[in-house]
């Protein structure tokens, strides 16, 4: 059974930073690549990150580039979030999804949420 569980959401103020962490279980997490979603309250899903499987490549959204870092440890099946420098537009459940090989997601965690407020 393939799960995916987020942690690492909270409330932070402004300017602050959070880790997120994805642990994954349940499929070949080394040889999959891994984004994550995020959802503000009222609005739609917003790509955020994904990170390629063996060669590691990054990808973001302008909205975060810069500002967050993608990361994962094959060796403990965990794909991470690096929020720095966060902001009032950031607040939202944060998702991990797996992608699969057609680059849709086929599986998705059940989200972990942050505040930002001071």
């Known amino acids: 059974e393939v799960q995916l569980v987020e942690s690492g959401g909270g409330l932070v103020q402004p300017g602050g930073s959070l880790r997120l962490s994805c642990a994954a279980s349940?499929?070949?997490?080394?040889?999959?690549?891994m984004s994550w979603v995020r959802q503000a309250p009222g609005k739609g899903l917003e790509w955020v990150s994904n990170?390629?499987?063996?060669?590691?490549?990054?990808y973001y959204a302008d909205s975060v580039k810069g500002r967050f870092t993608i990361s994962r440890d094959n060796t403990k099946n965990t794909v991470y979030l690096q929020m720095n420098s966060l902001k009032s537009e950031d607040p939202a459940v944060y998702y991990c999804a797996k992608e699969s090989e057609t680059s849709t997601y086929d599986y998705w965690g059940q989200g972990t949420q942050v505040i930002v407020s001071s």
């Open positions: 990170i390629y499987s063996r060669i590691s490549n990054t």
């Open positions: 349940g499929f070949t997490f080394s040889s999959s690549a």
